[in-house]
């Protein structure tokens, strides 16, 4: 009873607690122990939860309206700093940028508990010291007691001296705090750790903890996600291991972090300094050895330390953290806290369900599919386009069978450099290679029988292998005019069927007009073309297609007529398929392709500017000739009327002009004649004298 009552108390003690401060929200381990914390009821740690009351309660809760509001309405209230420009997480209650430091204080203020992660950006150490520092000085004025946990790193145990000197296995708890030694680049971390101990006397009004974190993997991957974005994209033979791969990392899952401080806030242990690392003693090569056989080549490759500082990818901190040597125990986390561990066993013993949560957090699911049709219709063309686009792999028939040949030809050849002590080894490598040299022989007395083509069984088998290599299993494929028949259909796991065709007219056309050079070498001959075509066409009128299997399976065929769409460069049919497939599900761009990206939209821009400005100066020139024609048109009309109107002119004059000059141009002249010679004072009035006196009609 009286335990009980004790129980209650300390669930009433915490249940005041709701609001928490994490900073940088938008960060990996921030986001992910924030995204946490708001799914976890306040106080919910102290009651100890067997797995059957745990599946009653979630079989119940469905039913509990009420309930479950009552849970919703109990859990943290997560509010925090964002990197400027960052979009804000859907967990949280309010966020802040760019906001002054008198500002922040007052938010912090508002909060019980303030959570200070300096195990990413090295810059906000700073402020973490400043936040404590300030929220110190106010304790007077608390109203109530708040929390101030600082997550820090191991790194700040990386130099500690072996608590054994005979046994260097003996690892270091909680209570070696005190002799903790710093890695070199961690002195502002160990400070902080100092000062925020220091800051924590006063326990009834500021409560302090400091949280030594291994090195946190889980959901996107963390410092890890290196190795698995090298192994996913498959672009190198064996993962690098730096170093000689032996030293031990401390590591945690980034849940597993976030279940820690969450008993932390619930339980206010007493002790102030804790260790959180699972349970698990790896080494980097443990490490890199299970992302490669799980998601990569399978392989790993020593290289010199030094290589790690070549890698871009790779921060300092980071690196400081693969090739860290530190066995740790949280002894006091493990006997003191409740915590429903995601994994505790450690990362090689939880691989599958990380590599899972892995590919769920970024999205990288596989995309499958087939692209069919008769020859001639676009089946590599458009499958080479969506190949770059969707960062699939282009599985050609052909390209299948000569790599699995070539593949057990290697493997038969003769082996000179034999180790001696490897006798196991080699009695399994000489089985596998009688096993590969019955398959070899198998495979060419059957192409020499079928005129150099494979039967199914050999087929069928050759693709499934090369469906099943870790490359296709991560990114995905696109299968170019395979499967062709029903059978050769099934076991084939795909999501997307593209089904081409266009009418033989147009597919004849289309390789009579193929350039020479593209013809040589290939079946579009045109024997083998018709037969091909001839071949496919027969195969699919029968009742069991290609297409009838996939119908149903309930994945129907998008079916384009590429010959109706009058588009040589499929252009149309590709635009349809994306949207169709959708998104691209990969890891998306690297720095080099964005900025190859960024300079290809610039150069589109700038051509296209200048496409505009040409046509633009092109348009005023064609406007100004066209002016130039128009006036000159005009002008010349103008000169045509005018000459037809003095035409005119001329022409209604002439019986005029032959009048005067008939009958009165000659009296006339001679009247001016006569006026010249004489002077006279009124000369008008002797003209008209001298014409009425000379008058020819007169006289």
Known sequence: MAEEEETAARTEKVIRIQRVFINLLDSYSSGNIGKFLSNCVVGASLEEITEEEEEEDESKSAMLDASSSRLKEGTFQIVGTLTAGKPEPGFALETYSDISREELLIRLLECDVIIYNITENPKQVEEALWAVSALNEEVNHFEKRKVFILVSTVMTWARSKPLDPDDSDVPFTEEDYRRRKHHPNFLDHINAEKMVLKFGKNIKKFATYVVAAGLQYGVEGGILHFFFKLAWLGEVPALPVYGDGSNIIPAIHVLDLAGVIQNIIDHMPKIHYLVAVDESVHSLEDFVKCISKHTGPGKIQK????????????????????????????????????????????????INSLLKEYKQSRRLLPIKICILGPPAVGKSSIAEVLTKYYKLHHIKLKDVISEAIAKLEATVAPKFAREEDDEGEDEEEEESVEEAQELLDGIKENMEQNAGRLEDQYVIRFMKEKLKSMPCRNQGYILDGFPKTYDQAKDLFIQFVCALDASDEFLKFRVMNLPESVVAGTHYSQDQFLRALSNYRDINTEDETVFNYFDELEIHPVHIDVGKLEDAQNRLAIKQLIKEIGEPRNYGLTEEEKAEEERRIAEEHMAREAAEEAN????????????????????????????????????????????????????????????????PEDPVDFLAEYLFKNNPATQ
């Open 303 to 350: 290289v010199l330390k030094e290589n790690a500082y070549l890698t871009k990818d790779l921060t300092q901190e980071s690196i400081d953290h693969l090739l860290v040597n530190l066995r740790m125990e949280a002894l006091f986390v493990k006997e003191n806290f409740n915590i429903r561990w995601v994994s505790q066993a450690g990362f090689v013993e939880n």
């Open 616 to 679: 633009r100066e092109h348009k005023e020139a064609m406007e100004t000739a066209e002016k130039i024609a128009r006036w000159e048109e005009w002008n010349k009309r103008l000169e045509e009327v005018k000459r037809e109107e003095t035409e005119f002119l001329e022409a209604q004059s002439a019986p005029l002009r032959n009048y005067l000059m008939t009958y009165v141009m000659p009296t006339l002249m001679q009247g001016l004649n006569e006026c010249c010679k004489a002077r």
